[in-house]
T-cell receptor, first 110, second 113 residues
């Protein structure tokens, strides 16, 4: 089975712009979670979707949003980008209580 | 609130040395426990996991971890490390039946030949 795929892999944006990241889970996985990884804060949970419904949300501002489509693919959106949003954004799909991670999208905000 | 502590931030070992990385969590209920590894330039990979049963779990690449409920600990061990084990190791916990993984801050392991 193919693993979790994320696009794009790298992204450079400027402050104030918005960005959309995409994640395709492992085939058959219906749950997708998003995490932010930074050197200072480590890995932090953003949100989780299951069957197109957000089931859990982390402590991030409303600028961070997401959605899931009927084919389980998920997108996350960050509006009004700030310098501090520079990070590696990881997507994970879950089966049987275990999450499998994608390679991430590295976002740099200038 | 749940939290995970990894006490060793940076560990340096020579090949063939034994490894033990500490992980403690705070949560009173049933938890699932994980160790993930992130090799340089690669994505997070699952090393091993504990849900229930035998508290000594074996993972890939010769790693094992022991769940000690009374100590809220889930330490990672390997009897003899290799240069290829150089990576960052993350302990994670999620409360039973939720998807939210709480990660520790990670331990950077450097193994020298």
């Amino acid at each position: 089975k193919a693993g979790v795929t994320q696009t794009p892999r790298y992204l450079i944006k400027t402050r104030g712009q918005q960005v959309t990241l995409s994640c395709s889970p492992i085939s058959g996985h219906r749950s997708v979670s998003w995490y932010q990884q930074t050197p200072g804060q480590g890995l932090q949970f953003l949100f989780e979707y299951f069957s197109e419904t957000q089931r859990n949300k982390g402590n991030f501002p409303g600028r961070f949003s997401g959605r899931q489509f009927s084919n389980s693919r998920s997108e996350m959106n960050v509006s009004t980008l700030e310098l501090g949003d520079s990070a590696l954004y990881l997507c994970a799909s879950r089966t049987q209580e275990t999450q499998y991670f994608g390679p991430g999208t590295r976002l740099l905000v200038l | 609130a749940q939290s995970v502590s990894q006490h060793n931030h940076h560990v340096i070992l020579s090949e063939a040395a034994s490894l033990e990385l500490g992980c403690n969590y705070s949560y009173g209920g049933t938890v699932n426990l994980f160790w993930y590894v992130q090799y340089p330039g690669q994505h997070l990979q699952l090393l091993l996991k504990y849900f229930s049963g035998d508290p000594l779990v074996k993972g890939i690449k010769g790693f094992e971890a022991e769940f000690i409920k009374s100590k809220f600990s889930f330490n990672l061990r390997k009897p003899s490390v290799q240069w290829s084990d150089t990576a960052e190791y993350f302990c994670a916990v999620n409360a039973y039946n939720t998807d939210k993984l709480i990660f520790g801050t990670g331990t950077r392991l450097q193994v020298f030949p």
